[in-house]
């Protein structure tokens, strides 16, 4: 076991904390915070262009929150409404139907579905 004077171990210990060399083009400058304009940018047609911001949602009452809380509690003692969600947003992905409606209807009326689901 080698025993380290205290010398030693001052110099041990800067090499430890020692700071990284400093970059060639100098420490890196303070970015000016970005001026956003009052409206602001949405894509759209594949161009930018200004919008205006989407409203601000007024709070939720409180029935509003039990309904969710109910839904979520529904969902949740139900576990095949997501499989069957999930197998449902598939097949539209990769059909792609041109009326989602109507496949839709026909979708969820189709014999079979349950055991291609479960």
């Given at each position: 076991?080698?025993?380290?004077?205290?010398?030693?171990?001052?110099?041990?210990?800067?090499?430890k904390?020692?700071?990284?060399p400093?970059?060639?083009a100098?420490?890196?400058?303070?970015?000016?915070?970005?001026?956003?304009?009052a409206?602001?940018?949405?894509?759209?047609?594949?161009?930018?262009?200004?919008c205006?911001?989407?409203?601000?949602?007024?709070?939720?009452?409180?029935?509003?929150?039990?309904?969710?809380?109910?839904?979520?509690?529904?969902?949740?003692?139900?576990?095949?409404?997501?499989q069957?969600?999930?197998?449902?947003?598939?097949?539209v992905?990769?059909?792609?139907?041109?009326?989602v409606?109507?496949?839709?209807?026909?979708f969820?009326?189709?014999d079979?579905?349950?055991e291609?689901?479960?």
């Amino acid at each position: 076991m080698d025993v380290l004077s205290e010398e030693q171990q001052v110099r041990l210990n800067e090499k430890k904390v020692r700071a990284p060399p400093p970059c060639a083009a100098g420490p890196p400058r303070p970015r000016a915070p970005l001026a956003l304009p009052a409206a602001h940018i949405c894509r759209s047609a594949r161009r930018l262009r200004a919008c205006a911001p989407p409203p601000a949602r007024p709070p939720r009452t409180a029935p509003q929150v039990e309904l969710r809380l109910e839904n979520e509690r529904y969902l949740r003692k139900h576990p095949e409404l997501r499989q069957l969600f999930k197998h449902f947003m598939a097949t539209v992905l990769e059909e792609k139907p041109p009326n989602v409606q109507e496949f839709a209807a026909r979708f969820f009326t189709q014999d079979g579905l349950k055991e291609q689901v479960l």
